[in-house]
């Protein structure tokens, strides 16, 4: 049962450089997206998917590209690293875009320091 | 821009007793869920709750979604330490997206 799988778990960057976050999900979902979670913060939307070839914005995007090739992969690029994108990453999936009471689920989450 | 606000945001208490985490809006939502999240992991669901003025109980957990659908409740009774971890309501602001709390953070004591 692997349902959402995110890497790396962990990772050091210094500012400037780039690097990509992976997730995949095995559950054929529709739905895809990409929080970062600070402290007393909760978790913020930063992208998110509702199909293969279609994106959009969600509330701290700056930063950060998304793009989605396929049903199961949904990978979050930073292009130029800075210290304040130093969190803790977590992706998510649910069956479908409409009603809010689908179950999401999570990955395990990758935590990011930026130097 | 519709916003959970939810209290307290770190509580710490001893095995047994009870408590009542708070998350507040000053918008309607369509439905509301509740999350918990244990250090190292993601969240996982653990309710949603639709009608206003619904109650759903999960063994010693008690959720209330307001009359209003502006709040939600979420109520342990006999806390453990089992139940420590930092809980998160979450809400949909229109489609398919959810919007989160800032969570609380619960340690129960033995």
């Known amino acids: 049962n692997a349902g959402v799988t995110q890497t790396p778990k962990f990772q050091v960057l210094k500012t400037g450089q780039s690097m990509t976050l992976q997730c995949a999900q095995d559950?054929?979902?529709?739905?895809m997206s990409w929080y970062r979670q600070d402290p007393g913060m909760g978790l913020r939307l930063i992208h998110y998917?509702?199909?293969?070839?279609i994106t959009d914005q969600g509330e701290v995007p700056n930063g950060y590209n998304v793009s989605r090739s396929t049903t199961e992969d949904f990978p979050l690029r930073l292009l130029s690293a800075a210290p304040s994108q130093t969190s803790v990453y977590f992706c998510a999936s649910k069956l479908t875009w409409g009603g809010g009471t689908n179950i999401q689920y999570f990955g395990a989450g990758t935590r990011l320091s930026v130097l | 821009t519709q916003l959970l606000e939810q209290s307290p945001q770190f509580l710490s208490i001893q095995e047994g007793e009870n408590l009542t985490v708070y998350c507040n809006s000053s918008s309607v939502f369509s439905s509301l869920q509740w999350y918990r999240q244990e250090p190292g992991e993601g969240p996982v669901l653990l309710v949603t709750v639709v009608t206003g003025g619904e109650v759903k109980k999960l063994k010693r957990l008690t959720f209330q979604f307001g009359d209003a659908r502006k709040d939600s409740s979420l109520h342990i009774t006999a806390a453990q330490p089992g139940d420590t971890g930092l809980y998160l309501c979450?809400?949909?602001?229109?489609?398919?997206?959810?919007?989160f709390g800032q969570g609380t953070e619960l340690s129960v004591k033995p």
């Open positions: 559950m054929n979902h529709e739905y």
């Open positions: 979450a809400g949909p602001p229109g489609g398919g997206k959810l919007i």
């Open positions: 998917s509702v199909g293969a070839g």
